[in-house]
C-alpha cells in the first residue's frame, strides 16, 4: 500500500517557468488537498477537492491550478512560477471531508523558484 | 472562524526532561477533530494522534500524553523522558465535522540537547 505519492521531491524553477506537482493515492480516499508550509506559518490550504470532478479553493489559491479527473489523482500547477512560491508542499488525503479518519501526507515537494 | 494558536515558537531542553507543548483552538462547532503531527528534520509529515470531541479522555502512548480540556480549549502535548529523536517541529490541527481543511498552527519546534 504506497499511500500517498507525490513527485518531485525537489525542484528548481525560473521566475516565470509552469510546472505540476503530481500527487497520487491509492486508498480510494474521496478527499484530497494541497498545502504548502512556509517558515513560522504552519501549512495553508491552497486547493482542496471532495471527489473527482470536485476542486474548491483554499486558504492561498493565488497563482495554482488544480484539477481532479480521477479519485486517485489529484495534481498542483504553477502556472508562471514567482519567487513567492518557494515553499515545501503537501499533499494530503483524506476517506472523507471532515477528517474523521485520519489525514495522509505525501512526503513533500521542496520547491525553490530563482 | 477556526483558529488554531501554539504560543511556543521555540522550545530547548536537556534530555530526560519532560516537555509540554501548548495548543490552543477555536471553533464555533460542536463536533471537531484534533491532531497533532510530528515534522522531524528529514521533513515528512508523522501522523501522531487524533483526539474527536467528544472523547476528553487523557491518552499516553509509551513517553507521549495529550490533555484534552474543551473548558479551556487545549489540546496540550507532553513528551516525557525526553530524547534527541524527539528532536522536531510539532504541529497542532484542527478539522470540524464535515469541513474542508485542516487547519494548523505555526508549529513549536522543540530542540533536545544530550
Known amino acids: 500500500n504506497a499511500g500517498v505519492t507525490q513527485t518531485p521531491k525537489f525542484q528548481v524553477l525560473k521566475t516565470g517557468q509552469s510546472m505540476t506537482l503530481q500527487c497520487a493515492q491509492d486508498m480510494n480516499h474521496e478527499y484530497m488537498s494541497w498545502y504548502r508550509q512556509d517558515p513560522g506559518m504552519g501549512l495553508r490550504l491552497i486547493h482542496y477537492?471532495?471527489?473527482?470532478?470536485?476542486?474548491d479553493q483554499g486558504e492561498v489559491p493565488n497563482g495554482y491550478n488544480v484539477s481532479r479527473s480521477t479519485t486517485e489523482d489529484f495534481p498542483l500547477r504553477l502556472l508562471s512560477a514567482a519567487p513567492s512560491q518557494t515553499s515545501v508542499y503537501f499533499c494530503?488525503?483524506?476517506?472523507?471531508?471532515?477528517?474523521?479518519?485520519?489525514?495522509?501526507f505525501g512526503q513533500g515537494t521542496r520547491l525553490t523558484v530563482v | 472562524a477556526q483558529k488554531v494558536t501554539q504560543a511556543q515558537t521555540e522550545i530547548s531542553v536537556v534530555e530526560k526532561e519532560d516537555v509540554t507543548l501548548d495548543c490552543v483552538y477555536e471553533t464555533r462547532d460542536t463536533t471537531y477533530y484534533l491532531f497533532w503531527y510530528k515534522q522531524p528534520p528529514s521533513g515528512e509529515l508523522v501522523f501522531l494522534i487524533r483526539r474527536n470531541s467528544f472523547d476528553e479522555q487523557n491518552e499516553i502512548s509509551g513517553r507521549y500524553s495529550w490533555n484534552f480540556q474543551k473548558s479551556t480549549s487545549s489540546f496540550n502535548f507532553t513528551i516525557t523522558a525526553s530524547q534527541v529523536v524527539d528532536s522536531a517541529v510539532y504541529f497542532c490541527a484542527l478539522s470540524e465535522a464535515g469541513g474542508t481543511a485542516l487547519i494548523f498552527g505555526k508549529g513549536t519546534t522543540l530542540s533536545v540537547s544530550s
Open positions: 494530503a488525503s483524506s476517506l472523507n471531508r471532515g477528517f474523521e479518519t485520519e489525514a495522509f
Open positions: 477537492s471532495v471527489g473527482a470532478g470536485i476542486t
